[in-house]
């Protein structure tokens, strides 16, 4: 919503709800016998206002606040005056507070009496339904319809606000805000009862802007709030003929107070409220009149911008008689400036936006020619170079300097022409190479700046901004959440690289046959938050909520998707298509990646994951197979993290469910564990079998493998013959110590249970391999002694078998810390006298128990470690062509 009540904070909100001391306290609708009081007043009020819907009636412009009586408000009073009202008012709420102190234990000290006054309602109304909810917004807006009527202005407003905050939220959609526990019919009251409520506002805001000063600064912010809520009436109405007129009558009077452009800008939105008025009333005079006296308005503005162009024309002239003097910005004559046509004169640049940690970044547009280089004037090879649109970062050093020093000069709309020597043009980034190539000699540009952008740098590195237009209303999408998303893609020069409006246009008459359009008629995409959604559109939609619209520029953007989601043949040939025509090209023609490209994001809407069993979408064992099928596929794509949250997820809801379907309901757990047990092990495998990992990578390995053997055992408890059990069983048997016999044996059970489950076909396979591998080498293994190390089929070599686990007992059994780095030394030497093969190396993984060593004991361990490892290494790059061949 906007309005008053979506603006920087809820005090804000309610800055009209209090007046000074003894004119109006907060009024409050508690208790049943109060409420009672206002149905009665609501009984007696009807009748007079037959639509329910406005405080004034046809007759509601004979209203005259300007006869209220000086003390009745803050109405026509000094600075003096009001600063002494403002003193009054914060002592009466601070009495208010005192006063009710026992019931408002519970907010923070320091919070406003408008904040206070929030925090109470949102509480109040956790404890409401629906039909309460919309019962006492009826009462609020009731009682200040009454209070309007008696002229007290600020009184009224209090209660239209009161009404807002109770129903606003029932505007949502039941379907998707089913916590809100309110129907369709309801929905339908509180969007009446706002579009109502709104109407009134924008009414008593014009109303008191009528009564300022003309050179109070008051009287702009209040006629912009009557704009909006006049704006969010229409929103929720677009033909509520009330709700244009008064907000016509705002843009009106706001145009009183604004420069000549900017005024004829907000008549002509004035002017197109009170023709909307007139096309749906025909017969309203009021609206005619109107219309015809902004119109007249709008002329005379018009007239006297052509007398002031001609002045300004006139000196113009005489300027470029006389000519322009060139400046040198920097004091070296390495950039100079003439100025060719001035711009708005205004002062825009900021220093602290060139900070490298800055937390707000300036993007500035503008449009540059070379028109000439070499020679100290560049009057040697005269270019005449295509302006070029682009857009960079001030201090970005992927432009050049000169250009960035050259924008800083100048104001908006400001033509000027810049002779810069080769040392202020050396960039070799994405942006520069948009630029005409000085080729390294001194070069003349002339240089438009059209307009500068302020953006929040979320990491303060320059390398991602954001910049949020609307953020729009209900909640934040959260993880695995749906978001119908439009989107576009735009260059640094302002084209665009991609929309997801593009469609096939098939025209026999173009050249190809193809062309490329948008359709603003196509759905918006539905994108998986965390799962399918490409990286930078994901973080503009987690910064919206439902309605947003929201940019992010990068640095340099991952590949565009190569398919829409969803499988839709035609989006996903219009999204290859948009790829091959809108690819960035390089001046050699090769493609390039995305850098310095803005993402906009406009979300429709967001449609909330399902929160489980609890949740009214819930759809019993259907909504476990769903869960565990889309894992599936997230598996199958590579996509492990995304995978393994769904899976989760499934494990998390099966715990909660009892009773009915429970065969069913363990199938679908015991298989999501065996999922997941599956996937951990895998990930942790292959970090196992390596020797020069980090200790943290190593420790996530380890408790990956872990994890996977607590599944397995609640497996073998609850579903021992279960081809899932068996096949995580084989899986942790080679990833812990390379049993492949063992692993075998638990395969080929598995394959009796199932002979056709794909896991179960190629894990076998896989494993008789490294069988046929493990026999190939013990074969050709030799005799005990100084050389190759005996060994014993189906089993590791037994030396360095044995050193390992010495190593594994004498690191954990001693409690002394001396005599177990002794046993450590001694069997670390014993080690190093030991000739060690590369395969067995890879069978006993010693190098994992050599890096754990090396990382808890002191420097004889240290050092032994270092130098077993190292000769381990140089011996396997003439070891393993000897026993590969």
Known sequence: FGGLLLLDSHARALEFCLTPAGEHRIARVRGHSRARQHVARRAQIAPAMPDGADAAGDGDEEVIIEEMEPDSGTFGATDGAAAAAAVAMNKEANAAKDESAGEDDEIPEGTSPQEAEMLKIDKEKKTMSASDKLERSILWKAEGNDLFKKNEIFKAVDCYYHAILYCRELMSNPQYYPKLEHNDFQRKTAQDLCESVYTNLALVQTKYANTLAPDDAEMAKVLEEAVKSGSEALKINAKNVKAMFRRGMARSMLAKGAKNVEAQKILADAKADFLAVLAEDPQNRDARVEAKAVQERIKALKKEE?????????????????????KDLLG??????????????????????????AAVKCVVHITCAMLSSGGDEGKDVKCGTAPVNVSFILGDTDMHEGIGIAARSMTIGEVANFTMAPTRLRAEGNLASLLPDPNGVTSVWQIKLLKFVIWQDTARNGERLQKIQEEGYGRFPEELSEVFVHWRVFGPDGSMVHSSRNTIDLRSGTAGGLKQVEDEDKEAPCYVLSENCWEPLAIVCRSLRQGGVGELRMKRLPPLPKEEPGGDATASASAQLSMMMNKFKSKDGKEQDLRHCTVRAELERVVPPLAGPEDARWEGVAALVQERYRAELLLERGAEAAGLVRLRRVVAWAAQLTGANAAAVASEAAAARASIGWVLACRAAPILDLGNVTSDVLAAARRDLQEAEDQCAWLEEHHPNSPGTRCLRAKILVAQDDDFAGAHAQLLEAQKVAPD????????????????????????????????????????????????DSLK?????????????????????????????????????????????QDGYGAEAQRLCAQILGRLKDESKEQRPMWES
């Open 809 to 853: 007992r004498a690191r954990s059994e001693s409690s002394d810390d001396a005599a177990r780095e002794e046993a450590v030394v001694k069997l670390l030497r014993q080690l190093e006298t030991t000739r060690i093969s590369w395969e067995t190396v890879m069978e006993t993984r010693i190098g994992v128990e050599l890096k754990s060593c």
């Open 306 to 326: 052509a007398e002031h162009e001609g002045k300004t024309f006139a000196f113009g002239a005489t300027l470029s008689g006389i000519g322009a003097k060139e």
């Open 757 to 804: 489950d794909k896991r179960v076909q190629q894990e076998l396979r896989k494993v008789k391999i490294e069988l046929r591998n493990v026999e190939e080498q013990q074969s050709r293994a030799q005799a005990p002694g100084r050389g190759l190390l005996r060994r014993v089929p189906g089993q590791a070599p037994i030396k360095v078998v044995e050193i390992r």
């Open 332 to 357: 070296d004559g390495s950039v100079k400036k003439r100025l060719e046509d001035a711009g708005d004169g205004g002062v825009w640049m900021n220093e602290d936006w060139l900070a490298p940690d």
